[in-house]
Protein backbone atom coordinates (compact mmCIF):
# COMPACT_ATOMS: atom_id res chain seq x y z
CA UNK A 1 0.00 0.00 0.00
CA UNK A 2 0.94 4.05 0.17
CA UNK A 3 1.21 6.20 2.82
CA UNK A 4 1.70 9.79 1.54
CA UNK A 5 2.17 12.71 4.49
CA UNK A 6 2.18 16.47 4.23
CA UNK A 7 1.60 19.34 6.49
CA UNK A 8 -1.91 20.24 6.73
CA UNK A 9 -1.61 23.74 6.65
CA UNK A 10 0.90 26.46 5.69
CA UNK A 11 1.02 30.67 5.70
CA UNK A 12 3.15 32.97 4.04
CA UNK A 13 4.07 36.04 2.66
CA UNK A 14 3.58 37.78 -0.73
CA UNK A 15 6.76 37.78 -2.23
CA UNK A 16 8.92 35.58 -0.16
CA UNK A 17 9.37 31.75 -0.84
CA UNK A 18 7.80 28.61 1.01
CA UNK A 19 8.96 25.03 0.62
CA UNK A 20 5.64 22.24 0.54
CA UNK A 21 6.99 18.80 1.96
CA UNK A 22 6.15 15.35 1.55
CA UNK A 23 6.97 12.03 2.57
CA UNK A 24 5.68 8.74 1.51
CA UNK A 25 6.02 4.87 1.90
CA UNK A 26 5.09 3.06 -1.19
CA UNK A 27 5.11 -0.76 -2.36
CA UNK A 28 6.47 0.14 -5.26
CA UNK A 29 6.97 3.65 -7.15
CA UNK A 30 7.04 4.98 -10.01
CA UNK A 31 6.87 8.74 -9.97
CA UNK A 32 5.42 11.19 -7.75
CA UNK A 33 3.39 14.29 -8.65
CA UNK A 34 2.89 17.85 -7.40
CA UNK A 35 -0.84 19.27 -8.18
CA UNK A 36 -2.37 22.87 -7.23
CA UNK A 37 -5.99 22.93 -6.17
CA UNK A 38 -7.90 26.04 -5.54
CA UNK A 39 -11.11 25.57 -3.38
CA UNK A 40 -13.48 23.88 -5.77
CA UNK A 41 -11.59 23.30 -8.73
CA UNK A 42 -9.94 20.46 -10.24
CA UNK A 43 -6.49 19.79 -9.75
CA UNK A 44 -3.94 21.17 -12.38
CA UNK A 45 -0.50 19.31 -12.41
CA UNK A 46 2.42 21.39 -11.84
CA UNK A 47 5.32 19.08 -11.69
CA UNK A 48 6.92 15.41 -11.91
CA UNK A 49 9.61 13.36 -10.71
CA UNK A 50 11.04 10.22 -11.11
CA UNK A 51 14.67 10.83 -10.70
CA UNK A 52 16.76 12.17 -7.54
CA UNK A 53 17.07 15.70 -7.52
CA UNK A 54 15.54 18.89 -8.59
CA UNK A 55 13.11 19.78 -11.26
CA UNK A 56 12.63 23.59 -11.74
CA UNK A 57 9.65 25.05 -13.71
CA UNK A 58 9.57 29.06 -13.25
CA UNK A 59 8.55 30.21 -10.46
CA UNK A 60 7.88 26.36 -8.98
CA UNK A 61 10.41 23.47 -8.61
CA UNK A 62 9.96 20.35 -7.09
CA UNK A 63 12.69 17.73 -5.36
CA UNK A 64 12.62 14.27 -5.07
CA UNK A 65 14.84 11.86 -2.88
CA UNK A 66 13.87 8.58 -3.67
CA UNK A 67 16.34 6.61 -0.66
CA UNK A 68 14.83 9.09 1.81
CA UNK A 69 10.66 8.82 0.18
CA UNK A 70 10.86 12.42 0.60
CA UNK A 71 9.79 15.29 -1.88
CA UNK A 72 9.40 19.09 -1.66
CA UNK A 73 7.77 21.95 -3.80
CA UNK A 74 9.40 24.87 -3.79
CA UNK A 75 7.46 28.26 -4.57
CA UNK A 76 9.64 31.19 -4.96
CA UNK A 77 7.64 34.82 -5.35
CA UNK A 78 5.10 34.31 -3.64
CA UNK A 79 1.38 35.58 -5.32
CA UNK A 80 -1.68 35.53 -3.58
CA UNK A 81 -3.26 33.67 -6.48
CA UNK A 82 -0.77 31.05 -5.50
CA UNK A 83 -2.84 30.39 -1.91
CA UNK A 84 -4.38 27.15 -2.76
CA UNK A 85 -4.50 23.44 -1.39
CA UNK A 86 -1.03 21.34 -2.95
CA UNK A 87 -0.99 17.82 -3.39
CA UNK A 88 1.78 15.28 -3.65
CA UNK A 89 0.86 12.38 -5.04
CA UNK A 90 2.85 9.27 -5.41
CA UNK A 91 2.44 6.74 -8.50
CA UNK A 92 3.15 2.91 -8.09
CA UNK A 93 3.50 0.02 -9.83
CA UNK A 94 1.07 -1.54 -11.00
CA UNK A 95 0.21 -5.36 -12.16
CA UNK A 96 -2.53 -3.52 -13.76
CA UNK A 97 -2.97 -1.83 -17.38
CA UNK A 98 -2.57 1.94 -15.91
CA UNK A 99 -0.40 3.00 -12.67
CA UNK A 100 -2.54 4.42 -10.14
CA UNK A 101 -2.05 7.86 -8.09
CA UNK A 102 -1.97 7.68 -4.73
CA UNK A 103 -3.09 11.17 -3.17
CA UNK A 104 -1.93 12.69 0.02
CA UNK A 105 -4.43 15.02 1.85
CA UNK A 106 -3.09 17.98 0.44
CA UNK A 107 -1.27 21.34 2.14
CA UNK A 108 -3.42 24.41 2.41
CA UNK A 109 -1.24 27.31 1.67
CA UNK A 110 -2.22 30.61 2.27
CA UNK A 111 -0.66 33.63 1.31
CA UNK A 112 -0.63 36.76 3.41
CA UNK A 113 -0.08 40.52 1.90
CA UNK B 1 -7.87 23.43 -26.65
CA UNK B 2 -7.77 20.08 -25.75
CA UNK B 3 -9.41 19.48 -22.30
CA UNK B 4 -11.27 17.16 -20.07
CA UNK B 5 -15.15 18.22 -19.52
CA UNK B 6 -17.64 17.28 -16.84
CA UNK B 7 -21.10 17.93 -17.08
CA UNK B 8 -22.83 18.97 -15.12
CA UNK B 9 -20.86 21.01 -12.57
CA UNK B 10 -23.22 20.62 -9.83
CA UNK B 11 -25.64 17.87 -9.50
CA UNK B 12 -29.14 17.76 -6.61
CA UNK B 13 -30.12 14.65 -6.01
CA UNK B 14 -32.35 12.87 -3.31
CA UNK B 15 -31.76 10.05 -1.08
CA UNK B 16 -31.66 6.63 -3.21
CA UNK B 17 -32.54 8.56 -6.36
CA UNK B 18 -30.16 7.54 -9.63
CA UNK B 19 -27.83 10.20 -10.49
CA UNK B 20 -25.13 9.74 -13.31
CA UNK B 21 -22.25 12.27 -14.05
CA UNK B 22 -20.70 12.66 -17.51
CA UNK B 23 -17.18 13.27 -18.50
CA UNK B 24 -15.86 13.86 -22.19
CA UNK B 25 -12.29 14.39 -23.45
CA UNK B 26 -11.09 16.05 -26.35
CA UNK B 27 -7.05 14.89 -25.95
CA UNK B 28 -7.85 11.45 -27.40
CA UNK B 29 -6.41 9.74 -24.42
CA UNK B 30 -6.89 6.06 -23.82
CA UNK B 31 -7.04 6.04 -19.88
CA UNK B 32 -10.31 7.47 -17.71
CA UNK B 33 -9.97 8.12 -13.89
CA UNK B 34 -12.71 8.80 -11.53
CA UNK B 35 -12.15 9.99 -8.28
CA UNK B 36 -14.19 10.95 -5.26
CA UNK B 37 -12.53 14.38 -3.12
CA UNK B 38 -14.46 14.99 -0.05
CA UNK B 39 -13.68 18.31 1.93
CA UNK B 40 -10.56 18.60 2.92
CA UNK B 41 -9.58 15.05 1.77
CA UNK B 42 -7.59 13.34 -0.87
CA UNK B 43 -9.17 12.31 -4.26
CA UNK B 44 -9.72 8.79 -3.73
CA UNK B 45 -9.45 6.43 -6.94
CA UNK B 46 -12.80 4.73 -7.86
CA UNK B 47 -12.32 2.99 -11.17
CA UNK B 48 -10.52 3.83 -14.65
CA UNK B 49 -10.55 2.67 -17.74
CA UNK B 50 -7.58 1.40 -20.10
CA UNK B 51 -9.44 1.67 -23.49
CA UNK B 52 -12.34 -0.51 -22.91
CA UNK B 53 -10.35 -2.71 -19.68
CA UNK B 54 -12.60 -1.43 -16.25
CA UNK B 55 -10.68 -1.86 -13.79
CA UNK B 56 -12.48 -1.33 -9.84
CA UNK B 57 -10.64 -0.22 -7.17
CA UNK B 58 -11.03 -3.20 -4.36
CA UNK B 59 -13.06 -0.49 -2.06
CA UNK B 60 -15.11 1.07 -4.51
CA UNK B 61 -18.57 0.46 -3.52
CA UNK B 62 -21.12 -1.78 -5.07
CA UNK B 63 -23.60 1.29 -5.65
CA UNK B 64 -21.37 2.74 -7.90
CA UNK B 65 -20.74 1.76 -11.69
CA UNK B 66 -19.06 3.15 -14.65
CA UNK B 67 -19.20 3.23 -18.65
CA UNK B 68 -17.74 3.89 -21.41
CA UNK B 69 -19.32 3.51 -24.54
CA UNK B 70 -15.98 5.35 -26.77
CA UNK B 71 -12.62 6.82 -26.18
CA UNK B 72 -14.07 10.34 -25.41
CA UNK B 73 -16.60 9.64 -23.27
CA UNK B 74 -17.07 8.27 -19.56
CA UNK B 75 -20.26 8.02 -16.85
CA UNK B 76 -20.24 7.74 -13.36
CA UNK B 77 -23.53 5.99 -12.36
CA UNK B 78 -24.27 6.03 -8.54
CA UNK B 79 -27.65 3.70 -8.48
CA UNK B 80 -29.00 4.45 -4.30
CA UNK B 81 -27.13 7.64 -3.53
CA UNK B 82 -26.53 8.07 0.43
CA UNK B 83 -25.75 11.28 2.33
CA UNK B 84 -22.22 10.20 2.63
CA UNK B 85 -21.86 9.71 -1.32
CA UNK B 86 -22.06 13.65 -1.33
CA UNK B 87 -18.36 15.07 -2.57
CA UNK B 88 -16.84 16.33 -5.52
CA UNK B 89 -16.51 13.77 -8.48
CA UNK B 90 -13.63 14.14 -10.73
CA UNK B 91 -12.80 12.80 -13.52
CA UNK B 92 -9.08 12.50 -14.97
CA UNK B 93 -7.47 11.40 -18.34
CA UNK B 94 -4.36 10.06 -19.48
CA UNK B 95 -2.11 8.72 -22.25
CA UNK B 96 0.51 6.13 -20.80
CA UNK B 97 2.95 6.15 -23.94
CA UNK B 98 5.93 4.49 -23.30
CA UNK B 99 8.66 6.89 -22.23
CA UNK B 100 5.79 9.63 -21.26
CA UNK B 101 5.08 10.99 -17.82
CA UNK B 102 1.36 9.58 -18.26
CA UNK B 103 0.86 12.60 -16.20
CA UNK B 104 -3.23 12.93 -15.57
CA UNK B 105 -5.47 16.00 -16.66
CA UNK B 106 -8.33 16.57 -14.62
CA UNK B 107 -11.51 18.08 -15.30
CA UNK B 108 -13.56 20.64 -13.27
CA UNK B 109 -15.62 18.30 -11.22
CA UNK B 110 -18.83 17.71 -10.53
CA UNK B 111 -20.39 18.77 -7.02
CA UNK B 112 -23.35 16.29 -5.89
CA UNK B 113 -25.17 17.25 -3.05
CA UNK B 114 -27.58 14.48 -1.31
CA UNK B 115 -30.77 15.68 0.25
Known amino acids: GQNIDQPTEMTATEGAIVQINCTYQ??????LFWYQQHAGEAPTFLSY????GLEEKGRFSSFLSRSKGYSYLLLKELQMKDSASYLC??????????????FGSGTQLTVLP | DAMVIQNPRYQVTQFGKPVTLSCSQT?????MYWYQQKSSQAPKLLFH???????NEADTPDNFQSRRPNTSFCFLDIRSPGLGDAAMYLC??????????????FGPGTRLTVL
Open chain 2, 92 to 105: ATSYPLAGSTDTQY
Open chain 1, 26 to 31: TSGFNG
Open chain 1, 49 to 52: NVLD
Open chain 1, 89 to 102: AVRGVSSGSARQLT
Open chain 2, 27 to 31: LNHNV
Open chain 2, 49 to 55: YYDKDFN
